[in-house]
């Protein structure tokens, strides 16, 4: 039992994926960004900011996972929960780190996306959001909620737009945190009511990006297609149909890939993850942990303002209802927000014909502020959209900004 009872809520395994190669150590530089004080003959001092430590002591607490009924405790969650999700999500993240189109494997991405849900409350973060969600004060009972609730968020990040970016012509790369499963809205500050102690801001809050490292030099971003389709709103705003428990329709066609981050969008990303951490982060290199020096206090809401998350929606269609088709010649159908026909808002015109402006509007202006060549690459028409736009394609889109812009849709950025 003893085995068991050393729990890591970062699993080794994926703490290992940021390790470079050619590291012989095998060790992390990890920050403690709450030292404790302690005290010690009398005297109190404060424990080591910064160690030097390998994957097996970092990221762990004891009986995290331990259930206990009286004298009598039980580690069976962390044996048979925690290691068949484990053993089973290693070959999906292989997957998704190295995904090339026109590939569409279903059951690694079914894998992934369990594995992305569970990460996320697993944590010592978010099992107190799931305490506090589920109004749960006793650790068995939020334990059990975990394993009951591990689906929660992947309906809604199944109807995201994906998008998978490359750090590998950048100095620095990717640091690791205490949450993997790092979210960032504009609208919502690392003090504010959204963000306090262990709160984020909701995965279904229009404007709310999730990002999760893949590797050390790749990160996979998804973006909710509202925030796509609307970038000048509320973030904070429910994004159409925010109910998590439902089935949603995934599209690997849509998955964006070949964008190569900078050094400084690294280092930007590497700041969002740090301010999003509970306590503890961990980088190959000591100067990643610090990304705060090279980036001269930046505002928050400037990494949204500056679309550093945002997919290309130039790579991006514009797509309506979706019909399938079974053997037994049953049908279903779902619009782009998950709802059923039934549902009073189905196929919703009005916000269709809105949402038909303002996307075309952010195409324009993100073609002006990037230029023609695109930020990511979608599947579509049995190709790859084009890493460059011809001066034809380009001219068409910069003039989607003025032809659909209204004083409402005011672009953010001159």
Same mark, same amino acid.
């Given at each position: 039992?003893?085995l068991?009872?050393?729990?890591?809520?970062?699993?080794?395994?994926?703490?290992?994926?940021?390790?470079?190669?050619?590291?012989?150590?095998?060790?992390?530089?990890?920050?403690?960004?709450?030292?404790?004080?302690?005290?010690?003959?009398?005297?109190?001092?404060?424990?080591?900011?910064?160690?030097?430590?390998?994957?097996?002591?970092?990221?762990?607490?004891?009986?995290?996972?331990?259930?206990?009924?009286?004298?009598?405790?039980?580690?069976?969650?962390?044996?048979?929960?925690?290691?068949?999700?484990?053993?089973?999500?290693?070959?999906?993240?292989?997957?998704?780190?190295?995904?090339?189109?026109?590939?569409?494997?279903?059951?690694?991405?079914?894998?992934?996306?369990?594995?992305?849900?569970?990460?996320?409350?697993?944590?010592?973060?978010?099992?107190?959001?799931?305490?506090?969600?589920?109004?749960?004060?006793?650790?068995?009972?939020?334990?059990?909620?975990? #394993?009951?609730?591990?689906? /929660?968020?992947?309906? =809604?990040?199944?109807?995201?737009?994906?998008? +998978? !970016?490359?750090?590998?012509? @950048?100095?620095?790369?990717f640091?690791?945190?205490?949450?993997?499963?790092?979210?960032?809205?504009?609208?919502?500050?690392?003090?504010?009511?959204?963000?306090?102690?262990?709160?984020?801001?909701?995965?279904?809050?229009?404007?709310?990006?999730?990002?999760?490292?893949?590797?050390?030099?790749?990160?996979?971003?998804?973006?909710?297609?509202?925030?796509?389709?609307?970038?000048?709103?509320?973030?904070?705003?429910?994004?159409?149909?925010?109910?998590?428990?439902?089935?949603?329709?995934?599209?690997?066609?849509?998955?964006?890939?070949?964008?190569?981050?900078?050094? #400084?969008?690294?280092?930007? /990303?590497?700041?969002? =993850?740090?301010?999003?951490?509970?306590?503890? +982060? !961990?980088?190959?290199?000591? @100067?990643w942990?610090?990304?705060?020096?090279?980036?001269k206090?930046?505002?928050?809401?400037?990494?949204?303002?500056?679309?550093?998350?945002?997919?290309?929606?130039?790579?991006?269609?514009f797509?309506?209802?979706?019909?399938?088709?079974?053997?037994?010649?049953?049908?279903?159908?779902?619009?782009?927000?998950?709802?059923?026909?039934?549902?009073?808002?189905?196929?919703?015109?009005?916000?269709?014909?809105?949402?038909?402006?303002?996307?075309?509007?952010?195409?324009?202006?993100?073609?002006?502020?990037?230029?023609?060549?695109?930020?990511?690459?979608?599947f579509?028409?049995?190709?790859?959209t084009?890493?460059?736009?011809?001066?034809?394609?380009?001219?068409?889109?910069?003039?989607?900004?003025?032809?659909?812009?209204?004083?409402?849709?005011?672009s953010?950025?001159?």
């Open positions: 039992m003893t068991y009872r050393n729990n890591h809520y970062v699993p080794v395994w994926y703490q290992e994926r940021f390790i470079p190669l050619g590291n012989e150590e095998k060790k992390f530089w990890y920050h403690d960004l709450k030292p404790e004080t302690v005290v010690s003959n009398g005297r109190p001092y404060k424990r080591k900011a910064l160690l030097r430590w390998g994957p097996k002591k970092c990221f762990c607490q004891d009986d995290l996972y331990t259930t206990k009924y009286g004298q009598w405790l039980s580690t069976e969650i962390e044996e048979k929960f925690f290691g068949p999700v484990d053993a089973f999500a290693r070959p999906a993240l292989d997957y998704f780190s190295n995904f090339s189109h026109p590939s569409a494997e279903g059951d690694l991405f079914h894998r992934f996306l369990l594995y992305m849900s569970i990460q996320k409350l697993r944590t010592p973060k978010g099992l107190a959001y799931l305490a506090n969600l589920t109004r749960q004060i006793d650790k068995n009972a939020v334990l059990f909620e975990l #394993q009951r609730l591990q689906k /929660i968020f992947c309906a =809604i990040w199944t109807e995201c737009v994906w998008s +998978i !970016a490359d750090a590998s012509q @950048s100095e620095t790369k640091i690791l945190s205490d949450h993997p499963v790092t979210v960032y809205n504009q609208g919502c500050f690392p003090l504010s009511e959204w963000c306090r102690d262990y709160r984020d801001p909701d995965i279904w809050l229009s404007g709310t990006h999730t990002l999760f490292p893949l590797t050390i030099d790749k990160i996979l971003v998804l973006t909710n297609l509202s925030w796509v389709r609307y970038p000048y709103g509320n973030p904070t705003k429910h994004r159409p149909n925010s109910n998590p428990f439902r089935a949603a329709m995934f599209k690997f066609t849509g998955i964006q890939v070949g964008r190569s981050l900078s050094d #400084q969008e690294v280092t930007a /990303i590497n700041y969002i =993850i740090k301010s999003r951490a509970y306590r503890y +982060i !961990a980088a190959s290199e000591k @100067s942990l610090f990304p705060e020096d090279k980036l206090a930046p505002r928050w809401d400037s990494f949204g303002r500056n679309y550093l998350l945002m997919p290309d929606p130039r790579s991006v269609s797509s309506g209802e979706i019909i399938i088709g079974y053997k037994d010649k049953r049908t279903d159908s779902f619009d782009v927000y998950g709802r059923k026909p039934w549902h009073s808002n189905y196929d919703d015109k009005a916000q269709h014909d809105r949402e038909w402006e303002t996307f075309h509007a952010f195409q324009g202006e993100f073609a002006r502020l990037f230029g023609p060549r695109r930020r990511g690459l979608s579509e028409t049995h190709r790859l084009p890493e460059v736009d011809s001066d034809e394609y380009h001219a068409y889109h910069l003039g989607l900004e003025q032809k659909f812009k209204k004083h409402r849709y005011k953010r950025r001159t």
